[in-house]
T-cell receptor, first 114, second 115 residues
Framework: GQQLNQSPQSMFIQEGEDVSMNCTSS?????WLWYKQDPGEGPVLLIA?????ELTSNGRLTAQFGITRKDSFLNISASIPSDVGIYFC??????????????FGKGTLLTVNP | NAGVMQNPRHLVRRRGQEARLRCSPM?????VYWYRQLPEEGLKFMVY????????ESGMPKERFSAEFPKEGPSILRIQQVVRGDSAAYFC?????????????FGQGTRLTVV
């Protein structure tokens, strides 16, 4: 099946530092989504990207849809302790018979030391 | 407007028993998606249902697993004769339109443990 390579697998940072994580794919997606999952909870959508090259911000979060449509990155600036969690990228096609499926990366576990 | 509700939150079953997982979509949402998350993995698509119809079950194991979304009531994911490998978190998402056109919202999940 479709695979998304998400890196890094985990990050340990100090409060106040900036964070960057990314996802790459061997095939094209038409939508990229970034989710955060807290322990014991479901994924919560952070940012959705719909156009190649698009750069979108949500507070301290910024995400970009790669120009090749095969990659995306998420930046978190000035991290705070509540940023702790697992961040997932997900790709979605908008054409073909299975355009409703999300393909997820394996996640980046973020730990923020106060 | 309540979010996607899943119950139970935690479910423990002995090998060979049946597990029934319920998902009530957000109000006004008629499209439901089930995903499975194994430990330290991302979510993997299992099945997509609209009211009374299974649209795509390509991600669901052919044996022991079934899903339904009746006209009335929640969507049900049923796992018969559970095995240890079925232990995972099962998430349901819903959307008002097919997911290609809108974002889906996830429930809190059901964590199934098979002992």
């Amino acid at each position: 099946g479709q695979q998304l390579n998400q890196s890094p697998q985990s990050m340990f940072i100090q409060e106040g530092e900036d964070v960057s994580m990314n996802c790459t794919s061997s095939s094209i997606f038409n939508t990229w989504l970034w989710y955060k999952q807290d322990p014991g909870e479901g994924p919560v959508l952070l940012i959705a990207l719909y156009k190649a090259g698009e750069l979108t911000s949500n507070g301290r979060l910024t995400a970009q849809f790669g120009i090749t449509r095969k990659d995306s990155f998420l930046n978190i600036s000035a991290s705070i302790p509540s940023d702790v969690g697992i961040y997932f990228c997900a790709g979605q096609r908008s054409s073909g018979g299975s355009n409703y499926k999300l393909t997820f990366g394996k996640g980046t576990l973020l730990t923020v030391n106060p | 407007n309540a979010g996607v509700m899943q119950n139970p939150r935690h479910l423990v079953r002995r090998r060979g028993q049946e597990a029934r997982l319920r998902c009530s979509p957000m109000k006004g949402h008629s499209h439901v998606y089930w995903y499975r998350q194994l430990p330290e993995e991302g979510l993997k698509f299992m099945v997509y249902l609209q009211k009374e119809n299974i649209i795509d079950e390509s991600g669901m194991p052919k044996e022991r697993f079934s899903a339904e979304f009746p006209k009335e009531g929640p969507s049900i994911l049923r796992i018969q004769q559970v095995v240890r490998g079925d232990s995972a978190a099962y998430f349901c998402a819903s959307s008002p339109l097919p997911q290609a056109n809108t974002e889906a919202f996830f429930g809190q999940g059901t964590r199934l443990t098979v002992v």
